[in-house]
């Protein structure tokens, strides 16, 4: 299909189904599926770790709002990582990953993968030569990056590390669960994989954990599907079914995720009882030109540096009321934490740890003039 993204988000995937013409794929809520015959399973449906209708519309769908070649949706953001590591690397190999990522991210490189052989260097995403440095000739296979990055929102340039990681024969893998398909897309810039956790933006309503893979190459792609099925962790139907309800709407979402974000990072930028906003969309910005090329605009997800310590952090975060103090990002509610605390607690004392200061907020799509209030009785 070579429509506009709001069609491919409604539709790809998602014809209407050929028996009742049901306009909404039905939940097959079913593990396995009447053979004709010995070794003739109907449309090669046959046991549902391998294939799934309602898991087969939202990775229909995934890869095509991706511009992927295969999509493939798993039963968390962390599931379809390790999936994709134990596909494309063995012991021995070597990885560069984030100087500031998701926690549980690191805690997979650093508590798992590791373990198994899986060496890892973290590098920072934003400087390309630093990217380059921690590169082992002919060990590293993945170069692993975030953008915006989870919680400082780093901005790396995509189309220049894709340069990077080839030139050493290793793939680029892009976490986009903070940017989203609607405003970034990876693959077309010359990343191999892009990672989402699907329980964000993708879902929207933080009532599903899920998680996706989309590669640009067919064999790769393959390759992936065949581990998704080896390997077991599988997006359910009705986690399927809920995820690709989320899709239809991802692109109005982002809008009004994106003017709320503006709206309050223009509040908070130069506020008295705030230090350092982070947030793409502002010229001071170091990444900001990069995200301005490579992004449509810069995304719901502001982290800011309380101007009164860790106490004040913490304080901002249990006194804020409408922002709902939580995990997790990318639903239409808006949400705050303390990633020292929370998220991040896996990176304490590691090269990621983040700064004990800081606040991240998720800004959702309520009214905006409600969320300005809210923060300004938090900030106290
Ligand atoms: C950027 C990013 N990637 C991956 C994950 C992991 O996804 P999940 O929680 O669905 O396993 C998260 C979770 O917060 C995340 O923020």
Known sequence: MTHGFETLAIHAGQDPEARTGA??????????????AVGSPRLGYEYSRSA????????????????????????????????????????????????????????????????????????????????RAAIRPGVTKVVWVETPTNPLLGIADIATLATVAHDAGALLVVDNTFASPYLQQPLTLGADVVVHSTTKYVGGHSDVVGGALVAADTDLGEQLRYHQNAMGAVNGPF????????????GVRMDRH??????????????????????????????????????????????????????????????????????????????????????HASAAGSPLEVPSDLVRLSVGIETVEDLLADLEQALG
């Open 23 to 36: 306009v909404i794929p039905p939940i097959y809520q079913t593990s396995t599926y009447a053979q004709d």
């Open 52 to 131: 799934n209708p309602t898991r087969d519309a939202l990775q229909e769908c995934l890869a095509a709002l991706e511009a992927g070649r295969v999509g493939l949706a798993f039963a968390s953001g962390l599931a379809a990582e390790d999936t994709l590591l134990r596909t494309v690397c063995k012991p021995g190999d070597h990885v560069v990953i984030p100087d500031d990522a998701y926690g549980g991210t690191y805690r997979l490189f650093a508590k798992v993968a590791e373990r198994w052989g899986l060496a890892y260097t973290p590098a920072r995403v934003s400087d390309a030569d630093a990217v």
């Open 239 to 250: 986690d399927a079914w809920l995820t690709l309800r989320g899709i239809k709407t991802l």
């Open 258 to 343: 994106c003017d709320n974000a503006e709206r309050i990072v223009a509040y908070l930028d130069g506020h008295a009882k705030v230090g350092r906003v982070l947030y793409p969309g502002l010229p001071s910005h170091p990444g900001h030109e990069v995200a301005a090329k490579q992004m449509r605009r810069f995304g719901g997800m502001i982290s800011f540096r309380a101007a009164g310590g860790e106490e004040h952090a913490v304080e901002i975060c249990n006194r804020a009321r409408l922002f709902v103090l939580a995990e997790s990002l990318g639903g239409v509610e808006s949400l705050i934490e303390h990633p020292g605390r929370m998220t």
